[in-house]
């Protein structure tokens, strides 16, 4: 796809979820769609290529939740994959302190590149098990922001996430376009780790009828230290 084209569909979507994207942003965009297009063919990052859905599907998509972006907080995407949504945010916000976070080491390799292409600053990533991370003290409720984007159920995510939040933080869970199963399944975990539901928004991305969900998870106390579990049993058994 030509540059030219590219900016407008950005400008149009972000127009229509009230987003001001500059062109310095749109270039950035640009390239990490190219990047991401150019790696995808030696490593598995995405199942979307085609220039169009990259841009509704993933940047879109991800742009979906600026607005509760603190711009000048710290944030960490667990299990970010491609980057989503923690490099689309940041490419937003150039004051906030960006952690991508994921367990496999060829994604962190990628991840760096696009780092170093788009000259990205306050930005890091780390090659781990998220559950190894919610016991590190260098990382255990440090967070104002934990993000996730299609990584586990509620119940597994926010063992994984809410361990991360600050006390006042919130947990941005990033969902398909049904819910309400893993919401009342995932209740008394979210009490258990600290947090409590603040809300729920549902919607279709911009001139689609592509239903999303996300639900916004305060941390009003302290996780117990027992959690996360070690490796594997928040997904093998999630808290009920």
């Known amino acids: 796809m030509e540059q030219i084209e590219f900016e407008k569909i950005m400008k149009d979507y972000c127009g229509v979820l009230n987003i001001e994207i500059t062109q310095e942003q749109l270039e950035k965009f640009y390239k990490y769609m190219n990047l991401l297009i150019e790696w995808n063919e030696k490593i598995n990052l995405t199942a979307i290529t085609e220039p169009k859905d990259v841009i509704l599907k993933h940047f879109i998509d991800c742009l979906t939740i600026n607005k509760y972006v603190k711009a000048d907080g710290n944030l960490i995407d667990v299990g970010t994959g491609a980057g989503f949504p923690g490099i689309p945010l940041k490419i937003m916000n150039k004051d906030l ?47 104002d922001i934990v993000t996730s984007r299609a990584v586990a159920n509620l119940a597994t995510l926010s063992e994984y996430m809410l361990p991360l939040n600050r006390i006042g933080g919130i947990s941005i869970c990033m969902k398909g376009s049904d819910v309400e199963e893993e919401l009342k399944d995932s209740r008394n975990a979210i009490k ?7 809300e729920k928004v549902q919607f279709c991305l911009p001139k689609s009828d592509i239903g999303r969900n996300v639900i916004i998870v305060e941390k009003v106390s302290n996780t117990p230290s027992k959690y996360p579990r070690k490796a594997g049993m928040p997904a093998k058994m999630p808290i009920k």
């Not at 976070?101 to 060829?106: H, P, R």
Request: without cysteine.
């Open 97 to 143: 302190k960006v952690v991508l976070a994921d367990s496999l080491n060829k994604r962190i390799n990628f991840l760096n590149e696009v780092i170093d292409e788009l000259n990205l600053e306050k930005i890091e990533t780390i090659h781990a098990r998220i559950e190894e991370l919610g016991q590190n003290k260098n990382y255990r409720e440090k967070f």
């Open 192 to 198: 258990v780790f600290g947090g409590k539901i603040g």
